[in-house]
């Protein structure tokens, strides 16, 4: 029996297992370059018809159809009254029997309001629970591609993590049970066929503080759909370990002594930060709450950055910035619903037809409707998560150049964009400030000062980060560990301590 460390991140997510000496990492992704790290989006699909509309929209729609008749009804009864000789009265007492039977066919009704709805039924209209219940799962590559082909034959869930802390309505909470559930059931089948053995421990990692304005309410509800979601995954143990305290339990290794490190790992979604006294006399030790001496996180991650990049310089191109034919700026908030993917119900407003409809009047009045016209194009075909995904994409391509050319050509054949790192940089300019606040605030909270500094996540691996943390702690050594493994290696060393 093996217990294995899950680091389910908001953009990636990576399995280990640790045998005390050495990490091996699952493979969960064939399709992509680094089969050991696979993205956390889900793509629910349906190949063929899409399933048979909720039980009391039927009935809303039944109703709907019954009050039809029941008018015709009256008006027949009317006319009946008003009948001039026993032929006309015959007509409307025998039209008058037909529609009673038709007011009380519930099966015929039925059949006919299914009808109805299945016509203009589309995936955007079914509840986040009927598409877990009833779609398909592809997971990382093979998903994201497939919804790239066919995004109107099922829905993306571009990052399940950023909607555990939210505030949930009607069966949303089960379907993200359900979605990561299946996630997670996927990774232990993973790690049950390379490990060839059973896996029913897990040490899950989680942030300091998940995404969403709830505080310490949506901390719990996101730890109970985890949990939850990892007993319907067939795990028998599971356990919890802060995000920063993993990725310290990895550099732990490398260290000779007794030594304070900071530790700031900033990945996708949200930033983790630990003051943690490491040592390797305490490498063993399953319980260290007492070497923590100070945590900090917040819901400030790379997907923000890549939202930014496209306010601040994909937008002005989409007529973000000008302004109506009378000279008032067309509403700004346009481009923010159009980037919102971390908040389905306005996600879905934003999709929505009067909102289409809206962007059209506003295009027929605009200054500049031409470019208006790619805004309405992202909002009718739902391209809002390819679109977040290209400026994630130009955000890591900045990372190694100094100016791209972001194409963007499905959404126009021609249309493309061009960002340089200054453009990067402006962009970040209110993002670095809360982070390296978020820092500064852990530092305070430390009772005594750190000795060494690790930077870990995803995001430290752009130049304009690591540069503005390193400026604001010039004094600190840095240890050198991996942007993407340190906190999946971490959990994997704490899930073999719980197996000893
Ligand atoms: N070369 C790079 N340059 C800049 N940013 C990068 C680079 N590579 C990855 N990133 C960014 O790092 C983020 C993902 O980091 P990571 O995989 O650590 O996050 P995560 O663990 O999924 O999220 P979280 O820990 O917040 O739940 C993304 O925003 C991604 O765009
Ligand atoms: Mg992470």
Known sequence: MAAIGIDYGTSNSEVVYFDGQQHQFIELDPLSPTPCKIRSSVFVHYTDDLPLPDANLVEDKVAQLQRAIKTKLDKAKESYYQAKDPREEKIFSDRIDSLRGDFHN?????QHAIHILMEDMTVQDLSLSKLVETGEFLFGEAGFSRYLKNPDKGRLIYSPKNFLGASLFGGQQDAFIGIIGKQLSYFRECAEKQL?????????????????????????????????????????????????IA????????????????????????????CIQLSPQQLTQLDRRGDVHSVTGTRIGGMECDKNLITKTIAPTMGDGTTFS?????????FSD??????????NNFFSEEYGLEIAQTMSVASHPELLKRLRIVQEQKLSARLVNSARLAKEMLSDKSHIILPLKYIQDDYQVSISTDDLRRSMTSWLHRVKRLITECLDASPQPPQML??????????IVRQEILDLLPDLPLMEGDAFNSVCQGLGIQASKLNQ
């Not at 719990?220 to 990892?230: K, S, W």
């Not at 009378?326 to 346009?334: D, E, S």
């Not at 159009?338 to 996600?347: Q, S, T």
């Open 454 to 463: 690790f930077i870990t996540g995803g995001m430290s691996l752009s130049p």
């Open 338 to 347: 159009m980037c919102a993917v971390d908040n389905i119900p306005r996600l």
């Open 196 to 244: 060839n053995t059973k896996v029913t421990t897990a040490v899950i990692g989680r942030p300091v503080r998940f995404h969403g304005t709830r505080g310490e309410q949506g901390n719990e509800q996101a730890l109970t759909i985890m949990r939850a979601a990892a007993m319907a995954a067939g795990f028998e143990q599971v356990e919890f370990l802060q995000e920063p």
């Open 326 to 334: 009378h000279g008032l700026p067309i509403p700004p908030t346009y």
């Open 106 to 110: 519930r099966p015929a009704l039925q």
């Open 247 to 274: 990725a310290a339990y990895n550099i732990e290794r490398q260290l000779t002594e007794s030594t304070n490190v900071l530790v700031v790992d900033i990945g996708g979604g949200t930033t983790d930060i630990c």
